[in-house]
């Protein structure tokens, strides 16, 4: 049945029974139109369900085709179309010449509508002896006066052509052709053009290339009034074409850019794609990038914005960023939309192409959506403060990049030091604080507005940062007197008292009596009946209550058992104070001068290694110019009494506190540092001088060298613009270049293929390119350009393949590299001495899992029914199920059974074999041992910065804690191997740009076998990654010089669960290692799988 080769038509019906042959003939032969026309829906719906019905083909031939009524024409079209044709032996049926002769007078019907149904119903038929005698009348509709019938007369030649050849229909280009040149409707000229580009392309370029020359502007004028439905199908022959005709190429190139800015979004879209494919010229990815800007802007589907996106990011990436830097602007008016996650990919997109030309307006585009979402209304718009922490960050990016520009956004920032939300405020004062250290001339400004705004922090960390800098960087008297005074009047009532009445008790004993206030309030007697009372109340001078008035920010978290925050006070309110002694100051002078002194030395040295990796930070420029020196400061004896009265109640505060330890607490401790250091200026002794020399002086130096810390960043834009530039860099500066327009010919370069045998490695990894050219042509290839498409190809698959020396495998000794691996994965499931030895291999792709069961008959008799059974427990779920297979004596067979995974929860499959010997009823059993599925082949290796780690972990509330139980005695070389065997990685530090290369193009990979190669391709890069992680300097001088070591690692697994792992490690004096190892997650599954994996790789450690 012709419905078994070419299905397309199925309709479901709800009838139990088929009617019979003879009730369909009645109904079909009825001269009752509308009874005919259900006899025919009952015909066809019984053949799509298998029905033969073969004797009803006359029947239909002689009383419904030559119906009128067009539901019983259009009905007896869908029955021609899926009846048999032919007889079993695959020769035409008699009654097809019928058909066909009714077929014919339907082509030649005076009804457009039934010559336009008629050519549709011709073009789905597969048979040509039906469709040659109706050659010549399907030709001569490519001339009706209706656009319907020429619309389908068109594809029907196409759909000849396309099957049985250009013999089928001779004349058929020609027509076709001349067709075109005269054709109106849009539509039908689309179609026309189609046929010319699949059966003769060279005839279409012909056409495009006349059109041009007859058009005065340039063939636009004609392409803009072709419709979107052409232009398309010109892009397809565009695409075609300049893969293979190279000559062409750049005047084709020049049409496609033409007709981008004029053209409907599917034509834009499907334009600037080919110019991204086809072409890396700057004018080709320039126009691209603009397509795809308008795009961006003009659309309001989120999914076509995120699509959008993608391509912007190939265009980022393969153009240069002056080239992108333009379209700054188009690309920030998509911020428009409501998605978090379309603004977050085009702040990636902007930050890495921004440039001094741009970086003003980027900011101020940025500044006033940053206080757009400060406004009401806004607040109760989902995900504001989401948008507003990536606002923050991309300004933190070009504040870092272009400190020039950051005056622009610095007072929008201090705005936000008092933001609600915490994690905002404490990523505008990691900002303010870098702005403060980097650009000196914002610095009076940013402390005076941070004075202004100090009384309004409400985070303990903003606070602590917001002292830290002003202690540091605070150098003007006046602003001195207001800081001190701020935070005399934040912190007082004096002293601290942990109870309630802490204010009023306070005021008493500085000999402030507090004034009574009386209130009558309304209360519930015993009887049940409403009294009055009054209740007396001790208010301040302005009439506020004590408990409101002690009720600031600072005192709050002092109160509450913040110490931290009570030694960062002491520590800031003694270091200003000491910065206005003279000999401070002439301490911090002289220090400042050694320091610019080493600085001039180290520029030297740059200077004459040339040391392109050095990296000099814009303070110590700032210092070589001496924009840096230290300002004398001046303060009253009033504020050094105040100050050293607020330090001695911190202190005593800390030490009758009974949350903390007293005075043997590291914040006591540090804030009696602070009053020594107070006591030892005013009294003079020299003891405390030399405290106060190495005290004071190194606290904007340390700043400076955690800045100078390039890798550990807590801003994401910072790593993907990083990872732009080092996708720029290709090759190496002393590499040669192969210049295809300069390349020799033929003979000499079969000559030079013939010394490639002479050459050494070395050389031939220095001219490689040049030796895969030779060698491509010595084997009688040919210097073509290959197709982008079958290049990408190559490259996912392995390359040329063979034993060809190729950059991404494909050799033996990648394939025993891969055939290694796999064979250690294999686990066998039953014994050596069973009747059956199964052996089983897991595949992971993706989210699917291949259980491959190599099943060998130990046996010297036959097996039958050889039937493995499955079932698996945990978040897994059998696909299906492996089929039976006999097994002669001594045979193997391969069987697979796929498992979907939901999940990273650990997983186990179970099973049985069940077979029978020839000859006997009886089935035996063998249970199969039990396959663990590791997680570690679900958890990728993922990487984030320390403000998202911080906020997923007070998110997260599935912990798992895992006490450290190990042989290691090293800490780093723990830290190595616990990275290695669990794919976990350091949090805030950024990977190599080749290891980030490589995992891209390992997550790429279509299959199984090619992901493994890029993978055991990928190890050597992810060792150079564990390796780095020893050199980050904080983990070194842990590892090396103490006794406690802590780090925060993170990974994400295939399904999009993060896990956040706290290592805390203590080294006993015995050398052996001991603490606890802490994993939270979203879910409960990773957290438990990825803490068995970490007990089971500590416990089999052996140094």
């Known amino acids: 049945m012709e419905l078994e080769r070419n299905c397309m038509l199925y309709i479901y019906s709800s009838r139990g029974d088929a009617p019979s042959t003879a009730e369909l003939q009645k109904k079909i032969e009825s001269p009752n139109e509308a009874t005919k026309a259900e006899g ?38 869908l029955y021609l179309e899926i009846v048999g044709k032919c007889r079993p032996d695959g020769s035409l049926k008699e009654e097809m010449i019928l058909v066909c002769n009714a077929l014919r007078n339907d082509l030649m019907s005076p009804n457009e509508y039934v010559r336009g149904s008629t050519l549709r119903l011709l073009s789905k038929i597969r048979q040509f002896k039906v ?20 619309r389908n007369a068109v594809m029907c030649v196409y759909s000849i052509v396309k099957n049985f050849g250009l013999d089928a229909i001779p004349a058929a280009i020609d027509q076709i052709e001349q067709m075109l040149l005269s054709e109106g409707d849009l539509t039908t000229k689309r179609n026309a053009f189609l046929v010319l580009v699949h059966c003769a392309s060279k005839r279409a370029i012909q056409f495009i290339l006349q059109q041009r020359s007859e058009d005065g502007t340039g063939g636009l004028g004609f392409l803009l009034s072709s419709g979107d439905l052409f232009q398309l199908a010109l892009l397809e022959l565009l695409r075609k074409v300049c893969r293979q005709k190279q000559q062409q190429k750049a005047g084709l190139l020049r049409l496609i850019v033409s007709i981008l800015p004029n053209t409907l979004p599917s034509v834009a879209y499907e334009g600037a794609c080919s110019l991204l494919a086809l072409s ?167 402390i005076s507005r941070v004075v202004d705004a100090f009384p309004d922090l409400a985070h303990a960390r903003v606070l602590r940062v917001s002292l830290w800098m002003l202690g540091e960087f605070c150098e003007d008297s006046e602003l001195l007197d207001s800081f001190l005074t701020a935070v005399y009047a934040a912190c007082s009532p004096l002293p601290f008292t942990s109870g309630d009445s802490g204010g009023a008790e306070g005021e008493q004993r500085s000999g402030c009596q507090p004034k009574l206030k009386m209130t009558t309030r309304t209360v519930v007697l015993e009887d049940g009946t409403y009294g009055t009372e009054d209740v007396y109340e001790s208010v301040n001078e302005k009439g506020d209550s004590s408990a409101k008035a002690g009720k600031t920010a600072l005192r709050k978290f002092i109160l509450g058992g913040d110490f931290l925050l009570a030694s960062t006070v002491a520590v800031t309110c003694a270091k200003l104070i000491l910065k206005t002694s003279d000999e401070v100051h002439a301490q911090l002078v ?92 005013m009294t003079g002794l020299e003891k405390e001088k030399a405290f106060v020399r190495h005290w004071v002086h190194h606290g904007r130096f340390a700043l400076e060298r955690v800045l100078a810390l390039g890798p550990v960043s807590d801003d994401p834009f910072t790593w993907n613009l990083k990872d732009a530039e080092d996708e720029k860099m290709v090759s190496a500066p002393d590499d040669l270049a192969f210049f295809r327009q300069l390349r020799p010919d033929r003979q000499s370069l079969m000559v030079a293929s013939e010394g490639v045998a002479a050459v050494g490695e070395d050389s031939l990894e220095e001219d490689e390119i040049y030796y895969s050219a030779c060698a ?111 097994l002669a004596p001594g045979q193997q067979a391969v069987l697979h059974a796929p498992i979907k995974v939901r999940s990273t929860e650990a997983g186990i499959i179970l099973g049985y074999v069940t077979f029978s010997r020839r000859g006997s009823s009886d089935k035996e059993c063998l249970v199969l041992n039990e396959l663990h599925i590791d997680v570690l082949d679900y958890i990728e290796r993922r990487w984030t910065c320390e ?156 140094k």
């Open 40 to 77: 025919m829906q009952d015909l066809i719906i019984g053949m799509t369900q298998g029905e033969a019905y073969t004797r009803l083909l006359m029947t239909v031939i002689r009383y419904a085709m030559p119906s009128k009524d067009k539901r019983v024409k259009k009905l007896t079209q």
């Open 131 to 150: 469709l040659e005698p109706l050659v010549e009348a399907i030709l001569q509709n490519l001339t009706h006066r209706h656009s319907y019938v020429r």
């Open 776 to 886: 491509g042509l010595a084997r009688g290839a040919e210097l073509e350009e290959v197709d982008e498409t079958e290049a990408d190809l190559q490259l996912t698959v392995g390359g040329a393949g063979g034993t060809s020396p190729s950059l991404f495998g494909g050799n033996a000794k990648d394939d025993a590299a891969l055939f290694q691996q796999r064979l250690a994965k294999v686990q066998p499931i039953t014994g050596q001495a069973d009747p059956l030895y199964v052996e089983a291999f897991l595949q992971v792709n993706q989210f699917d899992l291949l259980v491959e069961m190599l099943v060998v008959n130990r046996t010297q008799d036959s097996l039958q029914n050889v039937t493995v059974e499955l079932s698996t427990h945990g978040d897994l779920k059998l696909v299906e199920r492996p089929a039976p297979v006999s």
């Open 590 to 681: 002289e220090e400042f001068e050694r320091h610019r002194e080493a600085v001039q030395e180290k520029a030297g040295r740059r200077t004459l290694t040339g040391d392109a990796q050095a990296r000099e930070t814009l303070l110590e420029r700032q210092e070589l110019e001496g924009k840096v020196a230290p300002v004398k400061l001046r303060a009253s004896t009033e504020q050094k009494t105040r100050v050293l009265y607020l330090v001695a109640c911190l202190l005593k505060f800390l030490r009758l506190s009974s949350s903390g330890a007293g005075a043997h607490s590291d914040a006591a401790i540090r804030v009696c540092q602070s009053l020594r250091a107070l006591c030892g200026l």
């Open 280 to 446: 890396r010229a700057p004018v080709s990815l320039k126009a691209a990038a603009g397509a795809f800007a308008s795009l961006l802007c003009g659309n309001s589907d989120n999914n076509v914005k995120l699509i959008v996106l993608d391509r912007l990011q190939e265009c980022v990436q393969r153009a240069s960023r002056r080239t992108m830097e333009e379209f700054v602007i188009d690309l920030l008016r998509g911020l428009q939309t409501p998605s978090l996650e379309v603004r977050r990919k085009i702040l990636d997109l902007v930050l890495q192409i921004v440039g001094k030309n741009s970086v003003e307006q980027l900011l101020n585009v940025l500044k006033r959506e940053l206080l757009r979402t400060a406004e009401p209304e806004q607040l109760t718009v989902p995900r504001t403060m989401e948008y507003r922490r990536l606002l923050i960050k991309a300004v933190h990016s070009c504040c870092t990049r272009f400190p020039e520009a950051a005056a622009s956004v610095v007072n929008v920032l201090i705005d936000f030091l008092g933001d609600p939300d915490v994690t905002t405020a404490t990523e505008v004062a990691v900002v303010v604080r870098e702005l403060v250290a980097t650009c000196v001339h914002l610095r009076s400004r940013i």
């Open 947 to 1102: 403000l998202a780690f911080r906020s997923m972990w007070a998110e997260f509330e599935w912990e798992n804690k895992i006490h450290v139980n190990t042989s290691f005695t090293d800490v780093s070389e723990f830290l190595e191997h616990l990275m290695k065997m669990t794919n976990l990685t350091v949090v805030g530090f950024r990977p190599p740009a080749s290891v980030m290369r490589r995992l891209k193009f390992s997550a790429a990979c279509a299959g199984l076998d090619e992901a493994e190669r890029a993978a055991g391709d990928g190890e050597e890069d992810e060792d150079r990654y564990l390796q780095s992680v020893r050199k980050i300097p904080t983990l070194r001088k842990l590892s090396e010089s103490s006794s406690f070591f802590a780090v925060n690692l993170y990974s994400r697994s295939i399904f999009g669960e993060d896990a956040l792992v706290n290592v805390s490690i203590e080294k006993l004096p015995g050398g052996k290692l001991a603490g606890s190892i802490r994993i939270r997650s979203r879910t409960q599954g990773i957290a438990l799988s990825l803490g068995d994996r970490i007990t089971v790789v500590q416990r089999g450690l052996t």
